[in-house]
């Protein structure tokens, strides 16, 4: 939601083209992903994981509150220019812009793939992984933590400008933070493959089961949805469908 409103501010305000609007708040929102770990999040480091929710979640709400203090509450469109004709391929429409999406997605993913492949990627595996283990072996688990914050920064600017093209920029943006985490739990923290299966699973059943739901609710059942699933695998399977079930001797 942050780095849509940044777009937006920079093309809008300041007057720079979209396209170069958007890679400049990929790189701001970078710095400021990696700003809020070094002031906020660093000094919270190996204490209760409790403290650390909190935080996220009182820098959500902060961040909520001043986006709406400074831009209102009414929705802007991002304005891409992807047309909205029917788009046929064989006997099934797709949308123009959530095929974009679907690329740009495709794309951030490989980036990711390789990335982690890399020597850096490899030490935020490590981090992830163990970072007790991590710390004892060298790696700085305070700069790992912060590159991590700026790199989900960079798809946040990715989701937000995309899916503020589909239905606006606005703070229903940063409902876009269940999903991600639903699909994140379902698929298994520590699994990408997972993760890309979890997010076509909850599609189609968010999809179908509000096809369902909507004519008895009125409409507005995806997100009731989304959240029952979230709970459900808390609930059933914590460690999601292909994460690593770790047992310990109590």
């Given amino acids: 939601m942050v780095g849509a409103y940044v777009v937006l501010a920079l093309?809008?305000?300041?007057?720079?083209?979209?396209?170069?609007?958007?890679?400049?708040a990929a790189v701001a929102m970078f710095g400021f992903?990696?700003?809020?770990e070094r002031v906020a999040l660093r000094r919270l480091a190996g204490r209760p994981i409790v403290m650390i929710l909190m935080m996220t979640l009182g820098i959500d709400i902060f961040l909520r509150g001043t986006t709406l203090a400074i831009w209102g509450g009414t929705s802007r469109s991002v304005e891409l220019g992807v047309g909205y004709d029917p788009l046929f391929i064989g006997d099934v429409l797709i949308s123009r812009i959530h095929l974009v999406g679907a690329v740009v997605a495709l794309v951030l993913f490989v980036v990711f793939v390789l990335f982690f492949r890399s020597r850096?990627?490899?030490?935020?595996r490590?981090?992830?992984?163990?970072?007790?283990?991590s710390w004892s072996v060298g790696i700085?688990?305070?700069?790992?933590?912060?590159?991590?914050?700026g790199l989900a920064s960079i798809v946040a600017v990715a989701a937000g400008v995309i899916w503020g093209e589909v239905q606006g920029v606005d703070q229903s943006l940063s409902l876009l933070l269940l999903k991600g985490l639903t699909v994140a739990v379902l698929g298994g923290l520590d699994s990408i493959f997972g993760a890309v299966l979890a997010g076509i699973i909850l599609g189609i059943i968010e999809n179908v089961g509000s096809a369902y739901l909507d004519p008895f609710v009125g409409g507005?059942?995806?997100?009731?949805?989304?959240?029952?699933v979230l709970i459900l695998t808390v609930m059933l399977r914590p460690h999601g469908l292909f994460g690593r079930q770790d047992?310990?001797?109590v």
């Fill in 11 to 24: 093309a809008r305000d300041i007057g720079l083209p979209l396209w170069v609007a958007i890679p400049v």
């Fill in 33 to 36: 992903g990696m700003g809020i």
């Fill in 120 to 124: 850096q990627g490899i030490r935020l």
């Fill in 126 to 133: 490590a981090i992830a992984d163990d970072y007790m283990a």
């Fill in 140 to 149: 700085s688990v305070e700069r790992g933590v912060g590159l991590s914050w």
């Fill in 220 to 228: 507005g059942s995806r997100d009731l949805i989304v959240a029952a």
């Fill in 247 to 249: 047992i310990e001797r």
